[in-house]
């Protein structure tokens, strides 16, 4: 078995994917999406690998999850993070299988050489931010898609599966 590094992400339109920390947009399939994914059904939860920033916006662990924290401060710690200072270590700790990787845009440039796959949630609006990403571009080619409308309030939104074009 082998390692498949999976980016999985929100982004608007405008490249958009944080504002202060959290997401300036609540979308909850975005949500029931995003555990899908990093739960997994059958094979079981995928180890996260994520930045401090985004390990400290998170609302406490995720239950049956690995927490892998890239971090360039060698005296952070937090309970329940396994702690990696470089992509190397970070993908050793996650060992075999699907890698999931959550953010933020930092270590998404990062791992975005290294990935196989990018589960891309699409929100179509322009949102106040002051973290965004590039869009991935032409090296990547969608396999699926699955567009939703605005409703109640929620931007309209598509979930997106890229692949590295070969």
Known sequence: MSQEIVLILARASDG???????????IPADLKRFKALTLGEN???????MGRKTFESLPGLL?????????RDRDWQ???????????????LA??????????AEIYALFMPLAHRIELTEVHGHYNGDTTIPH?????????????PAVDGKPAYAFVTLRRAL
């Open 16 to 26: 958009t994917i944080g504002n202060d920390g959290a997401m300036p947009w609540h």
């Open 43 to 49: 094979e079981g939860a995928k180890p996260m690998i």
């Open 78 to 92: 937090a309970e329940g993070a396994e702690i990696a200072h470089d992509v190397d270590a970070a993908l050793a």
């Open 95 to 104: 060992g075999q299988g699907e890698v999931a990787v959550i953010g933020g």
């Open 63 to 71: 239950p049956g999850r690995r927490h892998i924290v890239l971090t």
């Open 136 to 148: 991935p571009g032409h090296m990547w080619v969608e396999t699926a898609r699955e567009d939703h």
